[in-house]
């Protein structure tokens, strides 16, 4: 795929995710007149001036690019949330939950085409930027207890922008631990003294999100 | 045969080894300083990895423990395996050493391996994602072709990260409709 130096390990490229992201759906105040929209995903209006009604967000983003609507932030986007969102990833050694699955994503395109509908959005904006370096540096922290035996991780709560930037790394490293740990390297006696601690050992499977 | 057309692989397998030969052998000219094409027994020859194990399979030489994977490697990466400057040794430090171990007798250097791989994993992971190109240039002077491969795919996943937050032009015009057309005559 685009962009990426292994096509084996990276399976989305940023801009990919962002179009997965333009599913989600956002709240819209529109200014024109129009009837319902009839599309796979769901119907969507009508549209009446000043009522308030949900639409995906590349709808969202289309609309406001030709003037015809103000697109609501979402309620995680405002300054007293972000806050609070950032104190608690600050303070704990977990993901917090509180954000949604795609708000690296979410957070840009709103920035991109409706600055003017988010209030503070320099505040909200740097918020968030700070939020992530938190939890991507969480990410990291994470993937240090990689060892030899290591089958899988478990990071709770995870974007989807932080699984993808992490992926082809960890791919990478769990294959050089693999090969590196093969019995027909390291003979059994060794095995039983290298006992180091490990803190993801029997996680059955990789549990990205919950 | 998968990794047969592996150029990493082939440079791995080029890397020379000290071998003592088992047997006598007459007619070959790999030993450069002999006077003759002849090979004694008990006479101590480099040769490269592959020839090397094919000769040991037949059981005409026995081999050294080679250079690389020496006690005095072992110390320094015990006391910092981080800052051991395993490039210049060997370039492909895990890989030839994986191709080592059933052919010597040590049966150490698969747990050499990992523990060296361990330790400067660490060290690999917090530079890729958040050091700038500038310092990272210097510290991967220093790795190995697998450590620098396992590096950049961190640095390129974060930097494609980072363009796309950046922003730019959402569409790309394909090469074909960017080219002008010809002037007619």
Same mark, same amino acid.
């Given at each position: 795929m685009a962009g990426q130096s292994d096509s084996e390990l990276s399976l989305f490229s940023a801009e990919e995710l962002e179009f997965t992201a333009e599913d989600e759906l956002v709240e819209i105040?529109?200014?024109?007149?129009?009837?319902? *929209?009839?599309?796979?995903?769901?119907?969507?209006?009508?549209?009446?001036?000043?009522?308030?009604?949900?639409?995906?967000?590349?709808?969202?983003?289309?609309?406001?690019?030709?003037?015809?609507?103000?697109?609501?932030?979402?309620?995680?986007?405002?300054?007293?949330?972000?806050?609070?969102?950032?104190?608690?990833?600050?303070?704990?050694?977990?993901?917090?939950?509180?954000?949604?699955?795609?708000?690296?994503?979410?957070?840009? *395109?709103l920035f991109e085409h409706a600055r003017?509908?988010?209030?503070?959005?320099?505040?909200?904006?740097?918020?968030?930027e700070d939020i992530r370096d938190v939890r991507f540096h969480k990410v990291e922290t994470d993937l240090e207890a990689f060892s030899g035996r290591t089958i899988a991780v478990k990071i709770k709560n995870?974007?989807?922008?932080?699984?993808?930037i992490v992926r082809p790394f960890i791919g990478r490293a769990l294959q050089a631990f693999y090969k590196h740990d093969s019995p027909e390297l390291i003979p059994d006696p060794e095995r039983v003294s290298d006992s180091r601690p490990q803190v993801v050992n029997n996680a059955p499977r990789r549990q990205l999100r919950r | 045969m998968a990794k047969y057309y592996d150029i990493d692989d082939i440079i791995t397998e080029e890397e020379t080894v000290s071998v003592i030969f088992q047997k006598a052998a007459s007619g070959v000219g790999i030993d450069p300083s002999a006077e003759m094409d002849f090979v004694e027994a008990?006479?101590?020859?480099?040769?490269?990895?592959?020839?090397?194990?094919?000769?040991?399979?037949?059981? &005409?030489?026995?081999?050294?423990?080679?250079?690389?994977?020496?006690?005095?490697?072992?110390?320094?990466?015990? &006391?910092?395996?981080?800052?051991?400057?395993? !490039?210049?040794?060997?370039?492909?430090?895990y890989e030839f050493g994986c191709k080592m171990a059933p052919l010597v007798a040590d049966r150490t250097i698969g747990?050499?391996?990992? #523990?060296?791989?361990? #330790? !400067?994993?660490?060290?690999?992971?917090?530079?890729a994602h958040t050091a700038s190109f500038e310092a990272g240039s210097k510290f991967w002077t220093i790795l190995t072709k697998e450590?620098?491969?396992?590096?950049?795919?961190?640095?390129? &996943?974060? &930097?494609?990260?980072?363009?796309?937050?950046?922003g730019g032009a959402r569409f790309q015009i394909a090469s074909i409709l960017r080219r002008k057309r010809k002037p007619t005559e």
């Open positions: 105040v529109p200014n024109l007149k129009m009837p319902p *929209l009839n599309l796979i995903s769901g119907d969507f209006g009508p549209f009446t001036p000043q009522i308030v009604t949900k639409v995906p967000l590349w709808l969202a983003v289309a609309l406001k690019k030709r003037g015809k609507c103000s697109i609501c932030p979402p309620q995680w986007m405002s300054l007293e949330k972000l806050t609070q969102v950032l104190e608690a990833e600050r303070d704990s050694q977990e993901m917090s939950e509180q954000l949604p699955f795609h708000y690296v994503e979410i957070s840009r *395109l003017d509908n988010i209030p503070d959005v320099y505040m909200v904006r740097s918020l968030i995870l974007s989807a922008m932080e699984v993808n | 008990g006479s101590k020859v480099e040769l490269p990895f592959w020839l090397a194990h094919e000769l040991h399979l037949r059981q &005409a030489v026995s081999v050294n423990v080679p250079l690389c994977f020496n006690q005095k490697t072992r110390l320094e990466i015990q &006391a910092d395996s981080a800052s051991v400057d395993l !490039r210049s040794r060997c370039p492909f430090f747990f050499l391996l990992l #523990s060296a791989f361990k #330790s !400067r994993y660490k060290e690999v992971l917090t530079k450590e620098i491969n396992l590096y950049e795919t961190a640095q390129s &996943a974060m &930097a494609s990260f980072k363009k796309w937050r950046i």
